[in-house]
């Protein structure tokens, strides 16, 4: 179910019968056609073990199941939003990026300490992030929000790439990710927060990277 990108703030997407997706509430703007918006009690596709570990966390961002014959319109909050094709690969995000996600994907949740180790953990600590990610696994396509746009950085063998911590939305494929630390342009000008780290990506796949260091 492919989204229709109406401009950087808004996506539009076409509801056929037999089909679902999810969305986050409250991300409707506006729909045509015969379609019903139910609250979803399960988390998607993943079920109560997806539901319970974002608990957890205390990241269950609630989601609605959208149904029926039309197309819906989707945004939220005015923030910029990014679509994601997946074509069988897996994609780790935060729940709170989520705006709207084919409803064939699988959905799931994966602890950080699993990446990393003891420094997964830490990543979660530091970037204010919990200590569970959302996963979205299969074919189909999901829309993320994100501050001031998104920059796609491929991930290749013997490359890793380096992002800020706070500017890190959401990667895919077969990537590892682990904090390192480094003195940052800003605390060499006395401008630092304290926070001299780094999350380095690995293996094959692309980070996606928003262009603020602010939180949804």
């Given amino acids: 179910m492919p989204f229709r990108e109406v401009n950087s703030r808004v996506v539009e997407a076409t509801i056929a019968p037999g089909q679902k997706m999810f969305s986050q509430r409250g991300a409707m703007l506006a729909y045509r056609g015969e379609v019903s918006f139910t609250p979803n009690v399960q988390g998607g596709q993943g079920g109560v073990m997806s539901m319970i570990g974002r608990r ?40 709170d990026r989520l705006l709207a996600f084919d409803g064939t994907l699988t959905q799931g949740t994966m602890f950080m300490g699993s990446q990393g180790g003891v420094m997964g953990m830490v990543r979660g600590q530091v970037t204010g992030q919990g200590l569970f990610t959302t996963t979205l696994k299969g074919h189909g396509a999901v829309a993320v929000m994100a501050h001031g746009g998104v920059i796609e950085l491929p991930v290749t ?3 890793a790439v380096h992002v800020d911590p706070q500017a890190y939305v959401a990667h895919h494929g077969d990537v590892r ?25 690995s293996g094959s796949g692309a980070v996606y990277v928003q262009a603020s260091e602010e939180k949804l």
């Fill in 157 to 159: 063998p013997g490359r």
């Fill in 56 to 95: 957890v966390a205390n990241e269950a961002t609630p989601l609605m199941t959208v149904e029926g014959n039309g197309t819906v319109m989707f945004g939220h909050g005015g923030h910029h939003i990014q679509v994601i094709q997946l074509s069988g690969d897996t994609l780790y995000v935060e729940a």
């Fill in 177 to 201: 990710n682990k904090l390192s630390t480094a003195l940052g342009w800003r605390d060499m000008v006395g401008r630092g927060s304290g926070e001299a780290f780094q999350l380095e990506l």
